[in-house]
């Protein structure tokens, strides 16, 4: 096992981080930006270095400033969290080259999953069923036209280097095509230094879900079920809940079945979660796979009762799984509400100091946070101040739960999006669970 390690994040993941490794009983080392130096991954860490200023790109990622901590406080491996580094296959590479191990998939593995057309293409040949769509369009191809049609109308164009939403671009008659196109590519260029591009068959209002799967290096793979992430804004996540009112107990079977196989043949290992969006007939595809340890995985955890980090850290020192397939079950219902630092209404951001934090506890209430009373929130960061998690034997019970902790859990001093998330899960739809990725857009001004 590892004899120390350097967790290269902040926020609430770094805290997580902790808890595991507490557990497993190594050592950790914390890194914070001159903005954290009052934060509580610094003092529950066993050491803390300071990278650098607070913006991001001069400390959480410094590569050079990250490595030199890593090295002083002579780690043998380094946590990426979620964010930052942790797609980097460049940061992979660096650690490796400097005798650190990194918490994640080997470098191809990242470097395939980060290109979104060759992931579609691995994970048909894998044995997934895709979206119907083309590989990576050359520019001027002459097959454009007779490509979209054939796929049908409408089609989404995708930036090869997007993904998470970014960089998408539908169309709905065949006239826009060819600016839709060369519009995604500059924007492309511009956001992630590629302007490669391809496109799918656009569906109306699909569902998100995601299947979370642990790896090691000895073949062993095992799934733990999928986690239904519809609800969002902008890409951005807001409740997350597993399992999904939308799978039922077959279709978990086979999905399960179908991922451990295409991820056996891609001899991946690290935890990683399969992203596919299901049609208004139940029919799924895959559309990207995330090679990380993801923020709504306390869901997973709380019906599977496997610890997700300590499994992505035992597997990273070359572990085998401590679990099986046979011994997974997946008992009672998780939902999880992100509250973030924004407006419930406008979404802009709200940072500054928290006067009064109080979380809710009680039976089936897990929350994942960073903040306390007299926190400062940095307007330098993302604005996600505490994950609330509830669990029940069932979605009715878990739901009840949620909406209790909702109403105890006392923010002031800046605004938090609880009252919207009071909104959504009372909302009519959520409750019997009749929802996709459209469900915030159609909300009348909530
Ligand atoms: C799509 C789609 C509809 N059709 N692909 C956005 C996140 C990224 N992982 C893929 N996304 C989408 N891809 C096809 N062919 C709709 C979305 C999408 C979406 C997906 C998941 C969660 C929220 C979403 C919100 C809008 C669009």
Do not use: W
Request: some cysteine; glycine content about 8%; aromatic content about 6%.
């Amino acid at each position: 096992m590892f004899r120390k390690i350097l967790i290269a994040n902040r926020g609430e993941i770094a805290l997580r981080v902790i808890c595991a490794c507490k557990e497993l009983n190594i050592p950790t080392v914390a890194v914070y930006s001159e903005a954290d130096r009052n934060s509580l991954h610094v003092r529950f860490a066993d050491e803390a270095v300071c990278i650098g200023p607070p913006r991001s790109s001069e400390s959480y990622l410094n590569i050079p400033s990250i490595i030199s901590a890593a090295e002083v406080t002579n780690v043998d491996a380094i946590h990426p969290g979620y964010g930052y580094l942790a797609e980097s296959a460049h940061f992979s590479e660096v650690c490796e080259t400097c005798g650190i191990k990194f918490i994640g998939p080997s470098p191809d593995s990242m470097r395939l999953m980060g290109d979104k057309a060759a992931a579609r293409r691995t994970m048909r040949e894998a044995g997934l069923p895709i979206i119907p769509g083309t590989d990576v369009l050359q520019d001027k191809d002459p097959q454009l036209e007779a490509k979209a049609a054939a796929i049908g109308y409408p089609v989404l164009v995708k930036a090869v280097a997007g993904g998470g939403g970014r960089g998408m671009r539908i169309v709905r008659r065949p006239e826009d095509l060819q600016d839709a196109l060369s519009t995604a590519q500059s924007e492309a260029l511009g956001a992630f230094g590629s302007g490669a591009v391809y496109i799918e068959k656009y569906l109306e209002n699909p569902r998100h879900i995601e299947l979370q799967i642990l790896a090691d290096e000895h073949g062993g793979v095992v799934h733990l079920g999928e986690r239904d992430c519809s609800i969002q804004r902008r890409h951005q996540k807001l409740v997350e809940e597993s399992p999904s009112p939308a799978v039922s107990e077959g279709t978990r079977l086979e999905l399960g079945e179908k991922v451990i196989q295409a991820i056996r043949r891609v001899n991946y290992y690290n935890v990683g979660t399969v992203e596919f969006l299901f049609d208004q007939q139940g029919n799924y595809f895959f559309i990207e796979m995330n090679t990380r340890v993801q923020v709504e995985h306390p869901v997973t955890e709380m019906v599977t009762g496997i610890d997700v980090v300590k499994e992505q850290i035992r597997v990273a020192a070359g572990e085998k799984l401590s679990v099986s397939q046979g011994q997974i079950s997946f008992r009672g219902h998780s939902i999880e509400c992100r509250i973030n630092a924004e407006s419930p209404i406008t979404f802009i951001p709200s940072p500054g100091r928290i006067t009064v934090f109080h979380p809710p506890g009680g039976p089936g209430i897990r929350v994942d946070s960073c903040a306390y009373a007299d926190y400062v929130v940095s307007p330098h960061y993302d604005s996600l101040i505490a994950k609330l998690i509830a669990y029940g034997k069932d979605r009715r019970e878990a739901l009840a739960r949620l909406n209790r902790a909702l109403d105890m859990f006392a923010v002031e001093g800046i605004e938090t999006t609880i009252p919207l998330h009071k909104k959504i899960i009372n909302h009519p739809d959520f409750i019997t669970g009749k929802f996709g990725t459209g469900f915030l857009d159609q909300l009348p001004a909530i």
